[in-house]
Structures are given as C-alpha cells and as structure tokens.
C-alpha cells in the first residue's frame, strides 16, 4: 500500500503460513526510501501486529537491521520482506512446538498424580510421626467437643425438683385437670366386688394364728 510518493513510502503486510488450528502471525513493516537509496538502507518499523509477543516485535526488527546491512548498495526491499516470511513461518513452528510441550507437560502432571493417587505417598518415619501428632490432636479435639456437649446437655437437663421450682403450675396441675373434667370423674363399680363376696379369713378363725408369737403362721 502506497502511502506517499516523495519520499517513497509504503507497507507491506507480511503474514506466516497456517499453523496449528489455522493460526497465522502476521506484521505490517512500513518501508520509507532514503534519497539515496540503495547506497542507503531505507527507514523501516513494525507498524502493527497479530500474534506476536514483545521479544518477537525485537526480533524482527534485529532481522530487519542485519538483512539491510549485508544487503547495503543493492535493491533489498523484496529480500527484506522475504526474511521476515521466513522468520514469522519459523515463530509460527515455535508456537506450536511449545503448544506440544505444555501438553505433553500437563499429560504428564496427569499421570504422576494419577501414580500418587494408587500409590499414596511412601511411608517414612518423619511424615508418619507428623501424620500421627495431626491425627492425635483432631482426635484429641473431637474428645474435647463430645465432653464440652455432654456436660452442656447436664447441665440443660433439669430435676423434677427444679421443674417445679421454675413453672409453679405444675403445684395445681392435677386440680386444674379436675377442673377441666368439671369434677365429673366417672367410676366404673363393676370392676370392684363388694367386700362380702371377697372370701377373706378373720384372723382369728385360723388355728394357727398367735398375735404375741410374730413369727407364727
């Protein structure tokens, strides 16, 4: 794209080829022709950018930078342009070769947690000393908590003696009942017998009875 005629000046927008998931970099360099150009490099910079991180941008313009000198009298802006191809394609392969590696990292995270997860974590006299003063204390504590709640559920728990002492209703609770059933309390005769139906023994008809010997029969 021609921005300017005098001084020449132009940009070109170079991009990589797809890589991974068809992601591509891409650079537009803005070039600027000196008057005497090619005897004199031309102005060039990095005027935007995808894809790239910070130490990419400088590596570009340090590529920019030694291609224009070795290429110093000769028209280079094509062999400018097609260093800076080669070095977006080989950024693009670095990507994905770090891709790969965190990866392959995370699979093998995986698997060793997996290994600790069948089997556990070997047995040495100092975490199991320390594995021992931890359980011993959370028991110690969960001791601690059981008495704390019985001796609170004691206290709670009151005698009939204090009941009454706290609710003096309970002094008239058995009138009140009474009250309640209009003093009307109805007696089934039936389930008594008169007392000349019960065959009891006067003392004194037996025999054997001896009211100054007490351990008679």
């Not at 995808?50 to 930078?65: F, H, P, R, Y």
């Not at 001791?143 to 609170?152: G, S």
């Not at 728990?157 to 204090?162: D, E, I, T, V, Y």
């Amino acid at each position: 794209t021609v921005l300017s005629e005098n001084p020449t000046t132009f940009t070109i927008t170079v991009t990589s080829e797809a890589g991974e998931n068809d992601e591509t970099v891409q650079t537009t360099l803005k070039f600027t022709y000196r008057e005497k150009y090619p005897d004199e490099t031309p102005l060039y910079e990095i005027v935007s950018q995808e894809n790239l991180d910070d130490n990419d941008v400088m590596d570009i313009i340090k590529l920019l930078e030694q291609q224009a000198e070795e290429n110093l009298g000769m028209v280079m802006i094509f062999t400018l342009v097609s260093a800076v191809q080669e070095k977006l394609n080989e950024i693009v392969d670095q990507i994905k070769t770090r891709r790969e590696e965190e990866k392959k990292q995370k699979e093998r995270e995986a698997e060793e947690e997996e290994k600790q997860r069948f089997h556990g974590t070997p047995v040495t006299i100092e975490n199991f000393l320390n594995w021992k003063a931890k359980f011993d204390a959370e028991l110690l504590e969960i001791k601690r908590k059981k008495m704390k709640e019985e001796e609170q559920a004691g206290k709670n728990k009151l005698s009939g003696k204090q009941l009454f002492e706290m609710d003096h209703n309970l002094d008239t609770s058995d009138i009140q009942f009474l009250e309640d059933a209009g003093n009307n309390v109805e007696v089934d005769e039936s389930l008594f017998q008169e007392m000349d139906d019960l065959e009891l023994e006067d003392e004194e008809d037996d025999p054997d009875y001896n009211p100054v010997n007490l351990d008679s029969d």
